[in-house]
């Protein structure tokens, strides 16, 4: 079936520092690739998602490539700010599925001054 | 546009109750699917449901049930619970379920979740 790992956390870094957390994933056929994050007391928001091979999602200067070849989708952050301390979530969808969706163990950050 | 609303946000049961938690999608959204969150056991998918129909199933015992209704809205409801079900439950919604590739659209929106314990 489908599977999707993350590096454990947490992960703690000072302000302005690059971030990395590292996804790999199995699927079968062609997954579509999520980065959800957590704030505390709060439910998932959408990151950034990137649905064919290659393509290259982005926002809030977060960015992850789909890489078929190695079936990893990281996520970067060139300079970290300590609003962006959650807990990230990488997720795949089954081919055409957007409802269901197989996520990783969640990587807590943790930013500080 | 108002987003995905789960009610209530807390709530507190006995072993032996049962629950039911209520889930408003985005307007204009058919699609509503379910998860669970534990610490444990992390994100799990329990059901989606589309035009009042479960479309999809995860691999949760029958005392998880849902429906959904006419104008999208849904429900899910435990049964004889039990200290492992406290959990945060969130329910997300989507047009229609089914992603688009070539644009990303339809993807899930989630709502805040409900937070379940059971003593």
């Known amino acids: 079936g489908n599977s999707v790992t993350q590096m454990e956390g947490p992960v703690t870094l000072s302000e302005e520092a690059f971030l990395t957390i590292n996804c790999t994933y199995t699927?079968?056929?062609?997954?579509?690739l999520f980065w959800y994050v957590q704030y505390p007391g709060e439910g998932l928001q959408l990151l950034l998602k990137a649905t064919k091979a290659d393509d290259k999602g982005s926002n809030k200067g977060f960015e992850a490539t789909y890489r078929k070849e190695t079936t990893s989708f990281h996520l970067e952050k060139g300079s970290v700010q300590v609003s962006d301390s959650a807990v990230y979530f990488c997720a795949l969808s089954a081919t055409g599925t957007a409802s269901k969706l197989t996520f990783g163990t969640g990587t807590r950050l943790q930013v500080t001054l | 546009k108002a987003g995905v609303t789960q009610t209530p946000r807390y709530l507190i049961k006995t072993r032996g109750q049962q629950v039911t938690l209520s889930c408003s999608p985005i307007?204009?959204?058919?699609?509503v699917s379910w998860y669970q969150q534990t610490p444990g056991q992390g994100l799990q998918f329990l059901f989606e449901?589309?035009?009042?129909?479960?479309?999809n199933k995860g691999n949760f015992p029958g005392r998880f049930s849902g429906r959904q209704f006419s104008n999208s809205r849904s429900e899910m409801n435990v049964s004889t619970l039990e200290l492992g079900d406290s959990a945060l439950y969130l329910c997300?919604?989507?047009?229609?379920?089914?992603?688009?590739?070539?644009?990303?659209?339809?993807?899930?929106?989630f709502g805040a979740g409900s937070r379940l314990t059971v003593l």
């Open positions: 449901y589309f035009s009042e129909t479960q479309r």
């Open positions: 997300a919604s989507s047009l229609t379920g089914v992603l688009i590739i070539d644009s990303g659209a339809n993807v899930l929106t």
């Open positions: 699927a079968t056929g062609y997954p579509s």
């Open positions: 307007s204009g959204h058919r699609s």
